[in-house]
């Protein structure tokens, strides 16, 4: 059996928002592109795009687990998708990333799922605009952000960038995207998605180039999307962070409420 990770402090506090959070982004969640299928067990979203589908919430014990995971193998294999079962922390049964990984799953590396509530006080809000950030709106940019992902990470991400300026163009209200400009060079880049009947807001990207780190454009990202948070009524911000941005975020007010794992199923046979 695996050690179950857990954040440094848990309080009554938290475990209320963490119940919200499972509750609104979990079980609730409506996911533009995708359609949501609900079983006694699962929360499945299926890609109408032909991408990679995923189960966002799962309700297992270790009579049923096996049976379960495998019932979604053989779902997701009819709809021709590979798909990721996401599991956190405080998921049952305690080993279930172990049964998915002998069910042939691979596990990403954890991330820390950090959650902020925000208000007229909170010092992101009253943080001044960086002189060379942009929003961006338009196709290009969101390229931009692409060719910024690519070079960061070393990984391809066309598929990210479809999906992007698709869910701009069907729901421009929903998405936001900001980027740090030096001269024509997009350097640091990230979007936040307004989650749909939620609390929430949900942050992604935050990357800068290696040449351009230390400059405080994280921060400066981080704080114009609080900000617009704050001005469309979500009042909690969300992000699955990396152990380099955890601190950061920490430092801003994040709390680390559990840990995350994108376990990727094994590839269906076309």
Known sequence: MTKKRVCEESDMGQNEILALFHKELRQEAEIPGYTKVET???????????????????????????????????????????????????????????????????????????????????????????????????????????????????????????????????HPDDLFLYGIYDDELLVSGAWMYVEMNSSFCSLWGGSTLADHRKKGYYTALLAERAKKAFQIGHPYLTVDASPMSKPILEKSGFQCLAYSYGCQSPPIKK
Do not use: C
């Open 40 to 170: 006694p067990h699962t929360v499945r979203h299926v890609s109408k795009f032909g991408e990679k589908g995923f189960v966002s919430a799962s309700n297992l014990n270790k009579e049923n687990a096996r049976k379960i995971i495998n019932e979604e193998i053989d779902y997701f294999a009819k709809h021709n998708q590979d798909f990721e079962f996401k599991v956190y922390s405080y998921d049952r049964p305690d080993n279930l990333k172990d049964i998915l990984v002998q069910e042939g799953f691979t596990i990403d590396d954890p991330e820390a799922l950090m959650v902020m509530e925000i208000d007229e006080r909170h010092p992101l809000i009253r943080t001044d605009r960086h002189p060379l950030l942009k929003e961006i709106t338009d196709e290009q940019g969101i390229q931009d952000i692409i060719q910024l992902e690519d070079t960061v990470w070393n990984v391809l991400h066309a598929e990210l960038g479809e999906r992007l300026w698709r869910d701009k163009q069907d």
